[in-house]
């Protein structure tokens, strides 16, 4: 049986495969309307995320599946001191696949240990969150129509940024690819990321405090929120959050084929200006997270 | 200084000086009860300095920890006053419950009963990494 815990997991071809059914869902919902009947998605969200859920949801129902579980530790078992591995093993004899969220990092990986159904996971802490990526990956593939030879520029946390550095391991299999890593100097990636990833991957990057100065090169502009619940600090929280604000005006010199991407929620982080600017894709990206959801659970279910 | 020869025992011999300790502790030495020697900083001719353990009695004794302390270390075990079995120690591909990890953040702290895995992800650097959270052993 498969889960989905990591991004890095899936081959190039397995990605490539999901998108190329996630762009067939998009041309022909209706022939997917009934593909999962009968089947029951569990979202486990022992911590909430009401965006990520939604669209958990929202793509079993569009394969004609049903939905249950909850949407916060209180109203599950794990509030009486149940384990993870007791409510997956109770929770697979009710569902045919899961997807949970949970706090702390690592959690889908005890959970798929004694599962009996798939499990995905839709966020583990500031570990991982392969279904964003997965979201990020189509949203690339359907504005570019390839993932080789594009530049990305990552804005915001970069330290703390799981979206970040999941986008930025997965895109790294592919060639040519160079990184422009904008952050303040207490959030920049991470050491261990450039020696396990791009070093040895001999991959292209620069890190700079500047957005204005990369924008020029960029294909891709990732920008992120500064998380309040990933700080002890809550001082380094104020400090750092209004770090980098996209405005109009800082996309003078962007090239007209950028595609600016965000994973959500967003603060203040890209002013509601941008929104009507043609290059903005986030809600579009908040869109094809639904159809890559839908083209995984087909994928787990093995569901032709 | 000297210490007696063992009939059945085990010698953990060839360890770092200076890391002797720090594999009692591990190994659970100090709950044992028979004799145990900890000798520190001995004269070694391919080391200069080493540290060794006698332990007086034939246990069960966890490889993987050994290895991961200290790949280089010899374990020879005694028997009868003679030499019976030398083992050269490898740095080990998965240890458990030799360490915990130390992520706050990590599912170990909070999930009862799990094990502690690590998995070797780096030979040449020596970097292990908790199975669940992927943080390095520090």
């Known amino acids: 049986m498969k889960h989905l815990i990591d991004i890095m997991q899936l081959t190039t071809e397995e990605i490539d495969e999901m998108i190329d059914t996630a762009n067939d869902i998009i041309a022909n919902p209706d022939q997917y309307a009934e593909?999962?009947?009968?089947?029951?998605?569990?979202?486990?969200?022992?911590?909430?995320?009401?965006?990520?859920?939604l669209s958990f949801e929202a793509a079993m129902y569009e394969l004609g599946g049903n939905v249950l579980g909850f949407s916060e530790a209180q109203s599950s078992s794990a509030a009486k001191g149940e384990s993870v591995s007791d409510t997956i093993r109770t929770v697979g004899a009710y569902a045919d696949i899961i997807a949970m969220r949970h706090p702390k990092e690592g959690a889908p990986m005890v959970a798929c240990r004694r599962s009996t159904?798939?499990?995905?996971?839709?966020?583990?802490?500031?570990?991982?969150?392969?279904?964003?990526?997965?979201?990020?990956?189509?949203?690339?593939?359907?504005?570019?129509?390839?993932?080789?030879?594009?530049?990305?520029?990552?804005?915001?946390?970069?330290?703390?940024g799981r979206t970040v550095h999941s986008l930025m391991a997965a895109m790294?299999?592919?060639?040519n690819v160079k990184f422009i890593f904008i952050s303040p100097d207490?959030?920049?990636?991470?050491?261990?990321?450039?020696?396990?990833?791009?070093?040895?991957?001999?991959?292209?990057?620069v890190e700079t405090t500047d957005l204005e100065d990369a924008m020029?090169?960029?294909?891709?502009?990732?920008?992120?929120?500064?998380?309040?619940?990933?700080?002890?600090?809550?001082?380094?929280?104020?400090?750092?959050?209004?770090s980098y604000i996209l405005t109009p005006d800082k996309l003078a010199d962007a090239k007209d084929s950028l595609s600016i991407l965000h994973p959500l929620p967003r603060v203040n982080e890209i002013s509601?200006?941008?929104?009507?600017?043609p290059r903005a894709k986030y809600f579009e990206q908040v869109r094809n997270g639904k159809f890559i959801r839908m083209a995984l659970i087909l994928k787990l279910l093995e569901v032709k | 200084m000297i210490i007696g020869k063992i009939e059945d025992g085990?010698?953990?011999?060839?360890?770092?000086a200076g890391r002797g300790m720090e594999l009692y502790r591990i190994l659970g030495l100090d709950n044992l009860d028979c004799q145990v020697a900890l000798i520190k900083n001995a004269d070694s001719g391919k080391m200069r300095r080493k540290d060794i353990i006698k332990i007086d009695r034939i246990i069960d004794i966890d490889l993987d920890a050994i290895g991961?302390?200290?790949?280089?270390?010899?374990?020879?075990?005694?028997?009868?006053?003679?030499?019976?079995?030398?083992?050269?120690?490898?740095?080990?591909?998965?240890?458990?419950?030799?360490?915990?990890?130390?992520?706050?953040?990590?599912?170990?702290?909070?999930?009862q009963e799990l094990p502690h895995v690590f998995k070797l992800t780096d030979r040449e650097k020596r970097v292990y990494r908790c199975i669940y959270c992927e943080s390095k052993a520090k």
């Open chain 1, 272 to 277: 509601t200006a941008v929104d009507d600017d």
């Open chain 1, 35 to 53: 593909k999962c009947k009968r089947k029951k998605l569990a979202t486990l969200f022992f911590e909430p995320s009401t965006r990520t859920r």
């Open chain 2, 68 to 111: 991961y302390v200290d790949p280089g270390i010899t374990v020879n075990i005694i028997k009868g006053g003679e030499l019976a079995k030398r083992t050269h120690i490898d740095l080990p591909e998965e240890i458990t419950n030799v360490i915990h990890c130390k992520n706050p953040r990590c599912i170990t702290t909070t999930e």
């Open chain 1, 117 to 160: 159904v798939p499990i995905i996971n839709a966020g583990d802490g500031g570990h991982n969150h392969p279904t964003q990526t997965l979201t990020d990956l189509l949203t690339i593939k359907r504005e570019k129509g390839h993932f080789d030879g594009l530049t990305i520029g990552f804005c915001g946390d970069l330290k703390f």
């Open chain 1, 186 to 205: 207490e959030l920049r990636l991470p050491e261990y990321l450039k020696e396990d990833i791009l070093d040895p991957k001999n991959i292209e990057y």
């Open chain 2, 10 to 16: 085990i010698v953990l011999d060839h360890i770092k």
């Open chain 1, 216 to 242: 020029p090169q960029l294909d891709i502009l990732y920008m992120t929120r500064v998380q309040r619940e990933r700080f002890f600090n809550e001082q380094d929280y104020i400090r750092l959050k209004d």
């Open chain 1, 172 to 175: 790294s299999r592919y060639d």
